[in-house]
């Protein structure tokens, strides 16, 4: 299990969509026309941007987890929301599901 986000300096950031070229010269990308869309989880780690591609079937479940941890971080005046019971249950499951999510990428 990896550690808390605290402990090691993780801020999510969130989940989005890009498009991407592989590089093949005879490639439809090669031209302009992009692979994708494709989802990725951003979040800074000690001061890095990092990111990690989320499956299309994960991304429901991805998206739902950074909605819940947008709405303690509050609306971005460093304030965060009202410390409801059931939102902050809500947050340390998504906080779970994340650390899960990100554990199983490394395996």
Request: aromatic letters at 8%; glycine letters at 12%.
């Amino acid at each position: 299990m990896l550690p808390k986000t605290a402990e090691v300096g993780i801020t999510f950031g969130g989940l989005h969509a890009q498009f991407v070229r592989c590089g093949k010269r005879n490639c439809r990308c090669y031209r302009g026309e992009l692979h994708g869309p494709y989802h990725y989880l951003f979040w800074r780690e000690a001061g890095r941007l990092r990111k990690v591609y989320v499956k299309r079937g994960d991304v429901a479940e991805v998206r739902a987890a950074c909605d819940v941890a947008g709405q303690m971080r509050g609306s971005g005046t460093g304030q965060r929301a009202s410390a409801e019971p059931d939102l902050i249950e809500s947050v340390l499951e998504t906080d779970r599901l994340i650390h899960q999510f990100l554990g199983l990428l490394k395996s």
